[in-house]
């Protein structure tokens, strides 16, 4: 079924002055006419992110900053500020003192000269934002939160991961900035791309996401790495090639541009071809030298800052994307960048003005050139699909008409754009003539999600609307079959299943056979016990982060009755 929009009769236009929002198609017009009505001014701002790995602040950090001029806007994005246990139960903001104190101190010409627009922290990652008293350009329209990822306790996270951001108004352009620290871990792969895209949904008080901004920049401890097992290369030899001026052939193997590429992650978003600095991750704390500690990490480009503009005619320019390698606190190093970005001061009275023609003439735009896109899927089929265990699909969108297309995927009474299950990354956004984009569909299936699961055959039909233009139904299924994992006690014991002679092996000790289980325990859960038992609290590190591959490991040997001894897969 298609359905259009009323070109005609203005669309139930008011008449009077021009604002901003209440007619897309005119905002389109009207940002087309920017130079009859807006006068332009470039403001500097410089963007760094650092893991601090824990450490105390010194009283100043000497070259954080670029010397020389001094810029309107600084954003500082700083990740594992405080890693005691305690600040994930009782609020502690010491840490957060410390280091405000320290950035404050270490900015060009020292905090007298700065002001503090905005802070927001979540357990340690924070994100400050500060004005130059110097700057001219007139803020407006605060707002910060978060969203937190990370360790899952019942049906909320610790916030050990996540996502902190800052919304303003510089002038009368829109600009958010994120700091974020996704999933860690070789392994973690699946899981940082679910981060992203959690904190992608994150919407301010005011009602704004992320994309509904002019410009966005999204930095942090994004813990991509180096998929160097696909090469021949040893981990001696990356490191060799890594301190050397030959460091760029790397960057071929980095997860994030690999997965950006695909269009999972950072649709849009744009970072130098190659980082044009060393990787800055993981050093020696006090050193330049790679990590010499037992796990000998792989180099890799943890630490980015990426940027993204909603229309063509924001002018965003990069100045400089560097690390700050002499900078020795901490395993990773600081990466810093700084942008010129054209902000807009609007005429009112000049736009009022304006405002009747840009009816007529969006009016004659809606008749004469409605939006078309093609879409490489029109059903999406993700087929069986598992607890804990992301799916992603990617849509690729192309405008194949003559005009800029505006699609968004419609928010449902009581259902929002889609169903609980499933995510969508972006929820909007603006494709120019004859260019295209990717949506990511992810089914995920937390605990939560898996509670209230009443059928296990998953179906959403999402509605995207192009602005002024036609609707397109996109039919979404998946199959999730309940298992060990998301499912009550009490479901788990009437589950069946063929019985085993032997269930693990003791040793020397008496064996345990699986008809010993007691008939009000769920077998899965007594051979976990046993597995446990087995393993014994000597070979136990509660202090050893496990990734999504070892439980997948421990799901599957539940389910599927194989191996028989647990203990022997997981301590692998």
């Known amino acids: 079924m298609t359905f259009y929009a009323d070109a005609g009769n203005g669309g139930g236009r008011r008449r009077g002055g021009y604002v901003p929002g209440r007619d897309p198609m005119v905002d389109e017009v009207m940002r087309g006419w920017q130079e009859r009505y807006c006068t332009f001014t470039d403001v500097s701002i410089c963007v760094t992110t650092f893991n601090v790995n824990g450490k105390s602040p010194p009283d100043i950090i000497r070259g954080w900053f670029p010397e020389g001029n001094v810029s309107d806007f600084y954003v500082i994005g700083l990740q594992e500020m405080d890693l005691s246990v305690g600040t994930y139960i009782i609020d502690n903001p010491k840490k957060m003192e410390e280091w405000m104190e320290c950035i404050r101190t270490s900015l060009p010409g020292g905090a007298k000269n700065y002001r503090a627009v905005s802070t927001m922290r979540l357990i340690g990652v924070f994100i400050v934002l500060f004005q130059s008293r110097a700057s001219s350009a007139k803020v407006s329209k605060v707002n910060a939160a978060y969203v937190a990822t990370g360790i899952s306790m019942l049906v909320n996270k610790l916030g050990n991961k996540g996502g902190t951001a800052i919304s303003l108004r510089i002038n009368d352009t829109s600009v958010c900035?994120?700091?974020?620290?996704?999933?860690?871990?070789?392994?973690?792969?699946?899981?940082?791309?679910?981060d992203f895209r959690d904190i992608s949904q994150l919407t301010f008080n005011d009602g704004l996401s992320i994309y509904d901004h002019d410009a966005v920049f999204w930095f942090g401890d994004l813990n991509y790495r180096l998929k160097t097992e696909n090469s021949s290369w040893t981990n001696d030899q990356v490191r060799q090639i890594a301190s050397s001026s030959e460091f760029p052939v790397l960057f071929k193997y980095d997860q994030l541009r690999e997965q950006q590429t695909a269009g999972r992650v950072f649709v849009g978003f744009q970072e130098p071809a190659i980082p044009p600095f060393r990787p800055t991750y993981k050093y020696d704390v006090g050193t330049c030298t790679w990590d010499s500690s037992e796990k000998a990490r792989v180099p890799a480009w943890c630490d980015r800052i990426l940027w993204w503009t909603k229309d063509p005619e924001t002018q965003l320019k990069v100045r400089g994307y560097e690390s700050v390698e002499?900078?020795?606190?901490?395993?990773?190093?600081?990466?810093?960048a700084v942008f010129v970005l054209g902000v807009r001061t609007v005429d009112q009275a000049k736009a009022d003005r304006l405002y009747d023609?840009?009816?007529?003439?969006?009016?004659?735009?809606?008749?004469?050139?409605?939006?078309?896109?093609?879409?490489?899927?029109?059903?999406?089929?993700?087929?069986?699909?598992?607890?804990?265990?992301?799916?992603?699909c990617v849509i690729t969108i192309k405008n194949t008409g003559k005009s800029m297309v505006r699609f968004k995927f419609i928010v449902r009474p009581e259902r929002g754009i889609c169903a609980k299950w499933l995510q969508i990354t972006p929820p909007h956004?603006?494709?120019?003539?004859?260019?295209?984009?990717?949506?990511?569909?992810?089914?995920?299936?937390?605990?939560?999600?898996?509670?209230?699961?009443?059928?296990?055959?998953?179906?959403?039909?999402?509605?995207?609307?192009?602005?002024?233009?036609?609707?397109?139904?996109?039919?979404?299924?998946?199959?999730?079959?309940?298992?060990?994992?998301?499912?009550?006690?009490?479901q788990l014991l009437r589950r069946t299943g063929a019985k085993t002679e032997n269930l693990i092996d003791f040793g020397d000790g008496p064996s345990v056979e699986e008809e010993f289980c007691p008939p009000n325990i769920?077998?899965?859960?007594?051979?976990?016990?046993?597995?446990?038992?087995?393993?014994?609290?000597?070979?136990?590190?509660?202090?050893?982060?496990?990734?999504?591959?070892?439980?997948?490991?421990?799901?599957?040997?539940?389910?599927?009755d194989f191996p028989k001894d647990l203990s022997e897969r997981v301590s692998r």
């Not at 009443?454 to 602005?467: A, F, H």
């Not at 990734?547 to 490991?553: A, E, L, N, R, Y």
């Open 522 to 560: 769920p077998r899965e859960v007594y051979r976990l016990v046993c597995a446990l038992q087995l393993l014994g609290v000597q070979k136990l590190d509660l202090n050893v982060v496990v990734d999504d591959s070892t439980f997948i490991v421990v799901r599957n040997a539940l389910e599927h």
């Open 429 to 490: 956004y603006v494709i120019p003539v004859g260019q295209s984009t990717q949506i990511s569909l992810t089914v995920m299936i937390e605990k939560e999600i898996a509670w209230e699961l009443k059928d296990t055959k998953l179906q959403d039909i999402l509605v995207m609307n192009l602005e002024h233009g036609r609707d397109y139904f996109i039919p979404v299924t998946a199959q999730y079959y309940p298992k060990c994992f998301g499912v009550t006690l009490e």
């Open 357 to 392: 023609e840009a009816i007529r003439e969006a009016d004659r735009r809606a008749n004469e050139l409605l939006p078309q896109v093609s879409l490489s899927m029109t059903e999406v089929e993700f087929g069986e699909v598992h607890f804990s265990e992301p799916s992603t």
């Open 177 to 194: 900035f994120v700091n974020s620290h996704l999933a860690a871990g070789g392994g973690e792969l699946e899981r940082r791309n679910q």
């Open 326 to 336: 002499r900078i020795l606190i901490s395993d990773h190093k600081p990466v810093r």
